[in-house]
């Protein structure tokens, strides 16, 4: 046998060894990981990491994306989404704007509202403080899963608070939750490559750890397909398990497929399908503090999310009425999908869907 080879086997054993007696894996390990083109066997061993966590329950919601601004500051070089002001395409909505769009298309199943948007500096603080009041008012029993940490820390710029006191008044107005954006790869190397000018990694990092501190649970992501190497990859995710160590506040992981400008660019431009459900797996194997890892189907399809229940990943998101910054990425999958369509998916991977609310406590499980 080649001598590479053998040794190559060894150490794949050694990392099924650890994953079975539940020792962490190290940066090292991750790195081999994604080097290794034994796909069947990492998923197997993402596949039991879960199976001991989540059994064979797979996690959705009904939920909405809003979107009440896409101005922004930022000049990110992945971003499709941004407009400047008064560039054609840009808007600002009210609160009251905002609820007639919703009221056109909420259903009597919606239990969040998911909310992001660009970082306009052309309205106040108080502007985003109201916008989640007003929906808080009038749809009172619907969580508000609302800003990145990113926005948070622009939000701090824009106000002069700090990050506690910015997220402690939009407690207030109703926030329950963060959405986990604006991590694209923490790297402060990727970032200047890609032109992240928003906040930089321990910005990230700090103001979820604050958010922890005031009670809230949070989401985490990643943006991976780009420039970043495989280290990068891993070397986040060890950043985000050791702030999970410290406050146990993060619910999930979402790694998050880097999407082309156009949605015509060819499949040399994307991720490869071997490349996402790597990733999916790498992640539940990194992640052992972590309850849940999404496969976001908005960015790798309906078909492979089936797939990635049996390597790693517990919850395939939610029914995300009209989700708009992938798309103006270049997405090619549907921007909803109905809970029918989810329970099917789930169901056919041999798995048991189960609604729940922004917070995984069980709404209804599907037997």
Known sequence: MNIAIQTEDIQMQHIVE?????????????????????????????NEANLKKNGRKVYFIENMSLYFTNVCEAHCAFCNFRKDQGEEGSYTLSGQEMIAYVEQHIHPGVREFHIVGGHNQHVPFQYYVDSLKALHDKYPDVALKAYTAAEIDFFSRIS????????????????????????????????KKMKVDKADVSQYL????????????????????????????????????????ETNGFQVFIPLSMQPISPKAGIRRRNSAFEDLKTIAISRLMLDNFQHIKAYFINIGTQLTQVSLTMGASDVHGTMVKERISHSAGALTPDGITREDLIWLIKGAGRIPVERDTFYNEVKVYE
């Open 18 to 46: 650890k994953v079975r007696a539940g020792e962490r894996l190290t940066q090292a390990d991750g790195e081999f990981l994604y080097r290794s083109d034994d796909l069947l066997t990492i998923g197997q061993m993402a």
């Open 206 to 245: 700090d103001v979820h750890r604050t958010a922890h501190n005031l009670g809230l649970r949070t989401h985490t992501t990643m943006l991976y397909g780009s420039v970043e190497k495989h280290a990068d990859r891993i070397h986040h995710m060890v950043q985000i398990r050791e702030l999970q160590d």
């Open 160 to 191: 002069g608070l700090s990050y506690k006191e910015v997220i402690q008044e939009l407690m207030k107005a109703g926030l329950q939750s963060l959405t986990g954006g604006g991590a694209e790869i923490l790297s402060d190397e990727y970032r």
